[in-house]
């Protein structure tokens, strides 16, 4: 395949692959992108629902150990003495991971004088107490209540299930909390002996555990807020837990999150009573209806299967239900969540942007992997088209002289020139030829030795007019027999620059070279040196080569500093070169700490500037400075 072949295959077909390649795996990163998003949604969510039951059972394990501690203080008729009662308790206490979150214990008894009785356990006795400032909802609640626990055998209808559930009655009777104080409390029913007892209205003594608030607000739930919404720098989600709907705050673990007006949250659990109620049609229940429903559920139903209800609530946490109904005066305690982003789809959200930004960045390296690849390979290909030129351009510059020098010689060794004259003349077309064949060479040697960076150039003060003339001198012979005319100006009282004077010459040489085989059809050659001047005076020296001949293209301005690169207008024409002339005098004055630009019309020729600080500025006399080419390439001409 030609190269031209080639290199139109890659550009309209390998390119467009690459990139729809590129294109499709960022659809796809995207796409994948969304299906974790929602997997990570979805696990983030379950998460956050196993961390909401988590901490409800906890707290439920809490307050279940005192409910059970001091519920098997009663013996087996319902009756309850200040010494069982008060040894249970200082028990739980001592096994307790919280022993102060019971404030006080009580007992009232409905029947007789009904009197509350707070419990004195270091005494081990029972104090006629009066009821707390603000427990009146808790003393009529519990009288309405109580008229239906006394006569809840009666509503069973089963012949067998009194004696299923007799035993089960007194011991899964569930707990209720009175959120508002806290406190919690359970009905004991006394229970006479003999079978004639067993459809009377028994007495009811209710249980009524004070519990401490703030051991609640300030030790069990921020431990419980820790164990189960902690990350690794924290918590992850702002946690409450809140006291009715109106945004009463029993604990925040930031402040102002659960205030009223702030209803924004990712999930919420109530901590007391069943997590999911099922709301069914019709009217609302009595006052005690709960109680009422539970046992009459068990009440209807037959012996064993009653039994294996009972059982479900043995097996299971210890039933905390709400006192009052989700409508009166304490509402129920909930607990509300919100993650610290703002939301949980904030926080996906996030999580999302930041895999994006990781996976496209990823495509990035890659397209940028792939266009340096590409990159890197055009110019390999084009350096060695390059190569092939200079190869070819060397070859036919080597050719020409050394046919001469041969065709000499051998006419001068068959004795065919006899002439004084004639071996003078052949003697100087040996010699000059001689000259090309050594600028040739040097040329090439001075191109390798930049490429290896060897060698150093020792920069002083330097006469930029003895430069110029050192350079005319040297390509005067040059210029005269291409017919030039050699304009030459240079500004009086310049300051010295700092460079190294052969090297210099060198460049400029070549200068006046390329402006004599290029600009040849002007037959005007001028070389000028001027101060660079700004606000703050003088900076350095500016030297111009510049010729009338066709000028140099604006595509192809960029190119003509590059090794071995040849305009292809001059390429196959008669004027021969190497295309290194350019290169080394930029590499020359660069190291020289000075730069080399060319400004070209097409039509009205070039002009090449180099610029040099001056020697006060630059350097000290005699410094070193690195350099990429060998030291003092000669200033020999054709």
């Known amino acids: 395949m030609q190269p031209i072949k080639k290199e139109r295959f890659f550009w309209w077909v390998a390119l467009p692959a690459l990139t729809g390649v ?31 039951m988590g901490f409800r059972q906890d707290l439920s394990r809490e307050l279940g150990a005192v409910c059970m501690e001091l519920r098997s203080a009663a013996d087996d008729a319902g009756r309850v003495r200040a010494t069982d009662l008060s040894r249970q308790f200082l028990h739980w206490q001592q096994a307790a991971a919280h022993p102060a979150l019971v404030k006080q ?17 270091a005494h081990e006795q029972f104090e006629t107490a009066v009821w707390p400032k603000g427990w009146e909802p808790l003393q009529q609640r519990l009288a309405e209540m109580s008229v239906l626990t006394a006569h809840t055998q009666s509503g069973m209808t089963h012949r067998h299930a009194k004696a299923a559930v007799r035993g089960a009655m007194n011991m899964f009777f569930p707990w209720f909390v009175d959120q508002s104080i806290p406190a919690m409390v359970y009905p004991l029913r006394e229970r006479a002996a003999g079978r004639r007892n067993e459809g009377r209205t028994r007495v009811v003594t209710w249980m009524i555990v004070e519990l401490d608030a703030g051991v609640l607000e300030k030790e069990i739930f921020p431990e419980l807020a820790q164990k189960y919404f902690r990350g690794a720098s924290g918590l992850d989600y702002r946690v409450a837990v809140l006291r009715g709907g109106a945004g009463r705050v029993l604990y925040s673990s930031d402040s102002g999150f659960g205030q009223e007006g702030d209803s924004t949250h990712d999930a919420a659990l109530p901590l007391i009573g069943p997590p999911f109620r099922r709301v069914t049609p019709g009217p609302p229940g009595p006052a005690g209806s709960e109680i009422f429903t539970f046992f009459r559920d068990i009440g209807g139903v037959h012996p064993l299967e009653a039994k294996e209800r009972a059982g479900v609530i043995f097996d299971r946490l210890l039933p905390l239900e709400p006192l009052h109904e989700s409508g009166d005066e304490g509402g129920t305690w909930e607990l509300v969540v919100r993650h610290k982003q703002g939301s949980l789809e904030a926080a996906v959200a996030s999580l999302r942007l930041r895999h994006l930004l990781l996976s496209f960045g990823v495509l990035l390296v890659l397209a940028l992997t792939m266009a340096l690849v590409l990159t890197a390979s055009q110019r390999a290909r084009r350096l060695a088209t390059l190569q092939m030129s200079f190869v070819a351009g060397v070859s036919h510059e080597l050719r020409t002289p050394l046919a001469v020098i041969s065709s000499a010689a051998e006419n001068l060794a068959h004795g065919v ?24 060479v040097e040329q090439v040697l001075l191109f390798a030795s930049t490429q290896q960076k060897l060698g150093n150039y020792r920069l002083r003060p330097v006469q930029v007019d003895e430069v ?3 350079a005319l001198e040297n390509t005067a012979g040059l210029a005269e027999a291409a017919g030039m005319t050699v304009e030459r100006r240079v500004e009086p009282g310049l300051t010295p620059v700092a460079a190294d004077f052969s090297a210099l010459s060198q460049c400029l040489q070549n200068l006046i ?33 510049s010729d009338k001949g066709p000028g140099i293209a604006a595509p192809e301005i960029k190119h003509i500093f590059e090794p071995f690169y040849r305009s292809p207008s001059v390429a196959g024409s008669s004027v021969h070169g190497t295309g290194l002339g350019l290169p080394l005098a930029r590499t020359i004055v660069e190291a020289m700490r000075g730069s080399l630009t060319v400004a070209s019309e097409p ?18 006399p005699e410094e070193k400075v690195a350099a990429e080419s060998m030291p003092h390439p000669t200033a020999d001409t054709p």
């Open 22 to 52: 590129l294109i499709t795996l960022a659809v796809l990163q995207y796409r994948w992108s969304n299906q974790v998003s929602a997997a990570t949604r979805s696990q983030l969510q379950a998460n956050l629902q196993s961390s909401l």
């Open 105 to 121: 214990v009580y007992l009232w008894r409905t029947a007789g004088d009904a009197t509350l009785q707070r419990v004195d356990a």
């Open 417 to 440: 020139v006899a002439d004084p004259a004639q071996l003078s003349r052949y003697g100087a077309s040996i010699l000059k030829q001689a000259r090309q064949l050594n600028h040739l």
């Open 468 to 470: 110029i003339d050192a």
């Open 513 to 545: 070279t390329n402006a004599v085989k290029y600009g040849a059809e002007g037959r005007w050659l001028g070389i000028r040196a001027d101060a660079r001047r700004g606000n703050a005076g003088t900076s350095g020296i500016e030297i111009t080569v």
């Open 603 to 620: 039509g009205r020729g070039s002009a090449f500037t180099i610029y040099l600080p001056l020697a006060s500025i630059a350097s000290l």
